[in-house]
């Protein structure tokens, strides 16, 4: 029995459910804070701590590897050079997900997944 050993499926194809995580991959970097399904928020999070990751390694074979799943050069841009500098100094858990109730439509448990130390908005 596989036991979701290789996360979940969303009821995708694997060729569907790639471009979904690179689709919601590039708008969470874009905009710091999505709102999403809370299944898709939490598969989201594993890639999403990964590009991290690699932006907090900020050379250029790592910078490659983030084109391959995000392909905004303006979004990787600011991937390497201000999301990953605010993180340098933690180990991890680089997004937080937060429950927003459901969706009127389907009743979908919804959800907000955001940079933990996403820039403030200064008045």
Do not use: C
Not at 70 to 78: D, E, M, Y
Request: without cysteine; positive net charge.
């Amino acid at each position: 029995m596989r036991h979701l050993k290789q996360g979940r499926k969303l009821g995708r194809t694997t060729a569907h459910r790639k471009a979904l995580m690179r689709n919601l991959a590039t708008a969470l970097f874009e905009h710091e804070r999505i709102i999403t399904t809370e299944a898709k928020a939490k598969e989201l999070r594993r890639v999403a701590d990964k590009l991290v990751t690699l932006g907090k390694r900020g050379d250029l074979h790592a910078r490659r590897q983030a084109l391959k799943v995000v392909r905004s050069n303006a979004v990787v841009r600011k991937l390497f050079d201000d999301v990953a500098p605010r993180f340098a100094e933690r180990q991890g858990g680089y997004t937080r997900v937060l429950r927003v109730g459901f969706r009127p439509g389907d009743a979908a448990k919804m959800a907000v997944i955001e940079l933990v130390e996403a820039q403030r908005q200064e008045a």
